[in-house]
C-alpha cells in the first residue's frame, strides 16, 4: 500500500499544477484532471510494458526498428533473428543502457509508454507541443502536471511513486527532435495519445532509437568541427 500521507503530497502537488496551467494556458482544471488520470488500463498490464528495453525480445523488437522493419517491431521476437542480428541488437541495447542516454536516471525507472501516453493527451488539450524551461532543471506548469500525473499513475499501479523530472523531461526533449519526427512519419504514427495506446511498444523503441540518431549526429558533427 502506497504510504497516504506521500499520496496526498503528489495529489497536492497535481492539483497545484493544474491551477497553474488553467492560469497559463486557460485550461478548465477538471479538464485536464479528467484526461490526465482516466489512462487506459491496458497501459498498465506488465507485460506490454515498454520501458524494459534490456529484454531479449524487446532487444529483438528494437533490432528490428533499427533496420526500419516497423511492421516486424510488435511481434518480433529474439529466437527470429541470425547471429549477426543478435549481436548488432546487443550492442544497441548496451547503448541504450549507458549513460550518454540517461546522464542522471537509469531506463527502467520510468514507463515511456505511459509517460507518452501523458505528453501527448496534454498535448492534444493544450492544442500545441507540451511547454517547459529546461534552464538547469526541467519545470512549468505542464511539465509538472504531466510529471505528477506520472506519479499518480504509478500509485494507481501499485508502484513506487518517486519523481524522475530528469527522465520525463529527456522524453519530452526527444519528441521534439528532427530523428524521432522522421521515425514517427516513417511509421506512419500520429502524435497523439491514442497513437500511445495502440502503438505503445513500437512508440517507446522509437523514442529509443531517435535519442541514438541525435547522439551519433552530434558525434559526427564534433568529428567534423574538429578537422578544421
Request: glycine share 6%.
Amino acid at each position: 500500500m502506497p504510504d497516504e500521507d506521500h499520496s496526498k503530497t503528489i495529489e497536492k502537488e497535481f492539483v497545484c499544477a493544474l491551477v497553474e496551467c488553467k492560469e497559463e494556458y486557460d485550461i478548465s482544471v477538471d479538464v485536464l484532471r479528467e484526461g490526465l488520470t482516466n489512462i487506459p488500463p491496458v497501459l498498465f498490464l506488465q507485460d506490454v510494458e515498454a520501458n524494459e528495453l534490456l529484454d531479449l525480445d524487446a532487444q529483438a523488437s528494437l533490432q528490428r526498428a533499427s533496420q526500419g522493419r516497423w511492421e516486424d517491431i510488435e511481434n518480433s521476437s529474439w529466437k527470429q533473428l541470425d547471429k549477426n542480428e543478435r549481436r548488432s541488437a546487443q550492442k544497441l541495447a548496451a547503448f541504450l543502457d549507458t549513460d550518454r542516454l540517461f546522464q542522471r536516471q537509469r531506463p527502467a525507472e520510468i514507463d515511456t509508454r505511459l509517460a507518452l501516453y501523458l505528453i501527448f493527451r496534454f498535448e492534444g488539450i493544450l492544442g500545441k507541443k507540451i511547454p517547459f524551461s529546461r534552464g538547469g532543471s526541467a519545470r512549468g506548469p505542464a511539465f509538472r502536471a504531466v510529471l505528477y500525473a506520472l506519479l499518480l499513475a504509478e500509485l494507481r499501479s501499485g508502484k513506487p511513486a518517486k519523481p524522475n523530472a530528469a527522465g520525463l523531461a529527456s522524453i519530452i526533449e526527444t519528441t521534439r527532435t528532427k530523428e524521432f519526427d522522421d521515425l514517427m512519419r516513417q511509421q506512419g504514427f500520429e502524435r497523439t495519445s491514442a497513437s500511445a495506446v495502440q502503438n505503445g511498444i513500437s512508440l517507446a523503441l522509437t523514442v529509443a532509437l531517435a535519442r541514438k540518431r541525435t547522439v551519433d549526429a552530434r558525434g559526427t558533427w564534433r568529428k567534423k568541427r574538429g578537422t578544421y
